[in-house]
T-cell receptor
Framework: GQQLNQSPQSMFIQEGEDVSMNCTSS?????WLWYKQDPGEGPVLLIA?????ELTSNGRLTAQFGITRKDSFLNISASIPSDVGIYFC???????????FGKGTRLSVIA | DTAVSQTPKYLVTQMGNDKSIKCEQN?????MYWYKQDSKKFLKIMFS???????INETVPNRFSPKSPDKAHLNLHINSLELGDSAVYFC???????????????FGEGSRLTVL
């Protein structure tokens, strides 16, 4: 079935550290998206990637669309306590289909 | 004004009951969705509605029935609730089918359903 593999599953880091997480798929994706879910809230879009090799930043966040179109990574620099949450990669499985989501990376930041 | 709003936020009910969760979006989007998030936080698509037509129906039991009176509303009705239905249900909307221009889904805050 449709599957996006995210790693790591969870991370505990010190405030100020940089964070890296990634997402892989067995199939090609034409779009990669990164969402963040705060506790008790719905996911919110952080970064969208539309071209293989594309590198996009949003403040302290940087994401890249892998050349093979089967992977993507998200980096967070100089983490702060409000970065705590679950980060999901997502993409459309094909054509006009709803997004499928990875299993998420749970980030905890220790002040 | 909340872009995508769902009610109720919390719902506790007994097995066998029938319940509904309502969703409204004020973004003028054409497509609405229901996602289920289980206890491990996996997000799985249940339904997708475009201009009041069901366009995707994943392998969801027919006890679950989406109802869309107009393109701003997509309600979820669940019959004969089972223990395994306990989860957080998220409504979402997007400009177009699947993604639109930005790939952005706007999610509601979720409705936590607990079946006892």
């Amino acid at each position: 079935g449709q599957q996006l593999n995210q790693s790591p599953q969870s991370m505990f880091i010190q405030e100020g550290e940089d964070v890296s997480m990634n997402c892989t798929s067995s199939s090609i994706f034409n779009t990669w998206l990164w969402y963040k879910q705060d506790p008790g809230e719905g996911p919110v879009l952080l970064i969208a990637l539309y071209k293989a090799g594309e590198l996009t930043s949003n403040g302290r966040l940087t994401a890249q669309f892998g050349i093979t179109r089967k992977d993507s990574f998200l980096n967070i620099s100089a983490s702060i306590p409000s970065d705590v949450g679950i980060y999901f990669c997502a993409g459309p499985w094909g054509g006009n289909t709803p997004l499928v989501f990875g299993k998420g990376t749970r980030l905890s930041v220790i002040a | 004004d909340t872009a995508v709003s769902q009610t109720p936020k919390y719902l506790v009910t007994q097995m066998g009951n029938d319940k509904s969760i309502k969703c409204e979006q004020n973004l003028g989007h054409d497509t609405m969705y229901w996602y289920k998030q289980d206890s491990k936080k996996f997000l799985k698509i249940m339904f997708s509605y475009n201009n009041k037509e069901l366009i995707i129906n994943e392998t969801v039991p027919n006890r679950f029935s989406p109802k869309s009176p107009d393109k701003a509303h997509l309600n979820l009705h669940i019959n004969s609730l089972e223990l395994g239905d306990s989860a957080v249900y998220f409504c979402a909307s997007s400009q177009d089918v699947g993604l639109g221009d930005t790939g952005e889904l706007f999610f509601g805050e979720g409705s936590r359903l607990t079946v006892l």
